[in-house]
């Protein structure tokens, strides 16, 4: 993110320049779990924009008994298995009264026919988080659009974008993700417009 200034017809110079905002706010996730790696996504990215004053704003947890999650597959068997399997998990997982109250008022199971109608329910959900394990996950990266994160192949978890590999997850939800993207440092930058012209003609 460059600013840009260029000389369209002699004399005719157009350009932008990429400008901090003064103050943000920052969303620090609270409630039942902390995230507190929210702090460094969003407070230090505002920094290395250039912004002088990066606020905390304490709020509800995102990841609680109203989070949504969605099983989209084009196998009824496979996901026939993996609601037996969440049954078990609900069973011994420490956080399974809140899980379990989000999966029944929250989950979704969709079977669909094939990739490509599994591409547009995709696009039509724009989840915050969109894990990819089918045959070629980069069918999915080259071709859908409205997604916060996508987490392509069975080795590469969500959790994985949370803590670890390096990505920012302040992400979308409600299906923001059809007009916007995660936080970056271009989430800070306004980028303004300006032209002078040099002579007469």
Known sequence: ?????????????????????????????????PLLASAHMS???????????????????????????????NSEKLTRETLVEIERQLTVLPTAGIAAQSWQ???????????????????????KHVQVMTRDPHYFLNNMTNFGALFLGPRTNVSFGDKVIGTNHTLPT?????????????????????QKVLTDA
Do not use: W
């Open 1 to 33: 993110m460059r600013d840009v200034e260029v000389e369209t017809f002699p004399g005719v110079v157009l350009g932008h320049k990429n400008i901090p905002v003064n103050a943000v706010g920052c969303y620090i996730l609270g409630g039942k779990y």
């Open 43 to 73: 407070v230090l990215t505002a920094k290395v924009a250039g912004v002088k004053r990066a606020v905390d704003l304490l709020g509800q947890a995102e990841h609680g008994p109203t989070s949504p999650s969605v099983l989209l597959a």
């Open 105 to 127: 008022d929250y989950g979704e199971v969709i079977v669909c026919d094939t990739v490509e109608e599994m591409l547009q329910k995709a696009d039509e959900l724009a989840s």
């Open 174 to 194: 409600n299906r923001h993700a059809r007009y916007t993207g995660g936080l970056s440092v271009g989430k800070f930058l306004k980028t303004c417009a300006y």
